[in-house]
């Protein structure tokens, strides 16, 4: 099956610093979501991206599918950016299986 | 307010006893799954559904099994209970069709088996 690899594991960051997360997957994918899990242990959807960039305020994606990666951009982060990001890609068939990686857990401190 | 939820939030149980988690959600949303989520491995699939009536397996299915009677509930049933099914275990819902439909995810039960 597809395998998802996320780096760095762990990340500590000051508050404003900006940060890369990256996302390997092992086969081509029709589907890539970025997930944040806030300190409560709340998932939210960030992304769907499948390829190319997208936007939303302070953070930004960037797929690159031919060469089977994703990055996640926060710039000037805050303290509520805490917390664990994944990157998750669907399984074979139209069932929406989601596989995940292991996570990078961000911490910001003020 | 519409969203999936959890019942129980915690749980601690002994080994070999049985229970129940349920999901429910109010978005009239077709696809149900149940996640758990361990130290350093991300979540994983344990089983899941793409309409009432129907229920399949997930990447780590053994010790548990599901039912989706309703549309709106998906249950995730413990026979008899583990140490190693100690997690947090995460429901989630989504309409089917078009991918890039979004996921809802239920607020987690934390659950320890003794």
């Known amino acids: 099956g597809i395998q998802v690899e996320q780096s760095p594991p762990d990340l500590i960051l000051q508050e404003g610093a900006n940060s890369t997360l990256r996302c390997n997957f092992s086969d081509s994918v029709n589907n890539l979501q970025w997930f944040h899990q806030n300190p409560w242990g709340q998932l939210i959807n960030l992304f769907y991206?499948?390829?190319g960039t997208k936007q939303n305020g302070r953070l930004s994606a960037t797929t690159v599918a031919t060469e089977r990666y994703s990055l996640l951009y926060i710039s000037s982060s805050q303290t509520t950016d805490s917390g664990v990001y994944f990157c998750?890609?669907?399984?074979?068939?139209?069932?929406?299986?989601?596989?995940f990686g292991q996570g990078t857990t961000l911490q910001v401190k003020p | 307010n519409a969203g999936v939820t959890q019942t129980p939030k915690f749980r601690v149980l002994k080994t070999g006893q049985s229970m129940t988690l349920l999901c429910a959600q109010d978005m009239n949303h077709e696809y149900m799954y149940w996640y758990r989520q361990d130290p350093g491995m991300g979540l994983r699939l344990i089983h899941y559904s793409v309409g009432e009536g129907t229920t399949a397996k997930g990447e780590v299915p053994d010790g548990y099994n599901v039912s989706r009677l309703k549309k709106q509930n998906f249950l995730l049933g413990l026979e008899s209970a583990a140490p190693s099914q100690t997690s947090v275990y995460f429901c989630?819902?989504?309409?089917?069709?078009?991918?890039?439909?979004?996921?809802?995810f239920g607020s987690g039960t934390r659950l320890t088996v003794v």
């Open positions: 991206i499948p390829s």
């Open positions: 998750a890609v669907h399984g074979s068939g139209n069932t929406g299986k989601l596989i």
């Open positions: 989630a819902s989504r309409r089917s069709g078009r991918t890039n439909y979004g996921y809802t």
